[in-house]
């Protein structure tokens, strides 16, 4: 099964929940963590893992050959990224905006364009303890983050309890982590922020036809309004992380909150008995 932890903004509690339900299932059967959040991956300061291997992530990009070049132009008009600019003299390729779609190369009618590896992030793979880890990471000024999630999803273990720990927000990214999922984890906070934006992850789990429930972290704080929400929208709410400072504590220290906090760790409890049966409602 495939759990992605998500939410419609960034610091609800997305990482804290994910490590702490991979040490907790990892102690009953076997789980894997995916931290699809590239461009800030951080997930290992919670889990410690060593790392074995470290794969590039590459896309292809195109090369002009200047003296076939006629410029002409079709390349240019061809592509709908901007990524080529057809001058008199010369023809500019623009690494960061190419979408690697090739149309360029087809669209040249004398063959002066050759498609290129360009290496734009990185895999890594490991464990800490009896969880399996992968994370990825964008190369510093990169635009493109997809083909490094499409990378850290390729590596997803179907004899594992699976949990992708998504990039913050409802844009591209997130839809790509979430394609696939058996189920999403909504993790939000009881204030007018964090109501707002987890109303924009439930229309996008719901445009994609992907069960979810909600986590609310943080509880205690700010106002009930999340709980009426989610009453009204018949939103099953799964787990309620009290607002403690240790679990903060513990966090900024890098430490498994889980292993401190019995709060933290009776709350996760109930996430994970909630999914062995929702795992067994699914299969039958």
């Known amino acids: ?68 070049c006629v410029h002409c132009g079709e390349c240019a008009q061809a592509c709908r990224f901007k990524a080529i600019a ?27 364009i050759a498609e290129v590896k360009r290496e734009i992030g990185v895999v890594e793979i490991g464990s800490a303890g009896d969880i399996a880890f992968v994370q990825g990471a964008v190369h510093i000024g990169e635009a493109r983050n997809g083909p490094v999630i499409a990378a850290v999803k390729s590596y997803s273990d179907r004899g594992a309890t699976v949990l992708l720990d998504a990039p913050p927000g409802t844009s591209c990214p997130v839809v790509q982590t979430l394609r696939g999922c058996d189920l999403a984890l909504l993790v939000t906070e009881p204030t007018p922020f964090g109501l ?8 996008t789990a719901r445009a994609m036809g ?10 205690g704080l700010g106002d009930n309004r999340v709980d009426a929400y989610c009453e009204t929208e018949a939103i099953p709410i799964w787990a309620r992380i009290p607002h403690d400072r240790a ?16 709060a933290l760790r009776s709350a996760v409890e109930r996430i994970a008995e909630r999914l062995r049966v929702y795992e067994d409602e699914r299969r039958r």
Request: glycine share 6%; aromatic share 2%.
């Open 247 to 262: 679990i903060a504590e513990a966090s900024a220290r890098g430490e498994r909150a889980v292993e401190t906090s019995p």
């Open 1 to 68: 099964m495939k759990v992605c932890i998500a939410s419609g903004k960034g610091g609800t509690g997305k990482t804290l929940i994910s490590t702490s339900l991979a040490a907790v299932l990892s102690e009953h059967e076997p789980v894997q963590l995916l931290d699809c959040d590239v461009d800030a991956p951080n997930a290992h300061l919670f889990l410690g893992p060593s790392i074995r291997q470290r794969v590039p992530v590459v896309v292809t990009v195109p090369r002009v050959d200047d003296e076939a």
């Open 196 to 203: 707002s934006d987890l109303r924009l992850a439930v229309q």
């Open 86 to 112: 057809s001058l008199p003299k010369a023809t500019l390729v623009y690494d960061e905006l190419c979408h690697s779609c090739g149309v360029c190369v087809e669209a040249c009618p004398t063959g002066a």
């Open 210 to 219: 992907i069960p979810f429930g909600v986590v609310i972290n943080r509880d």
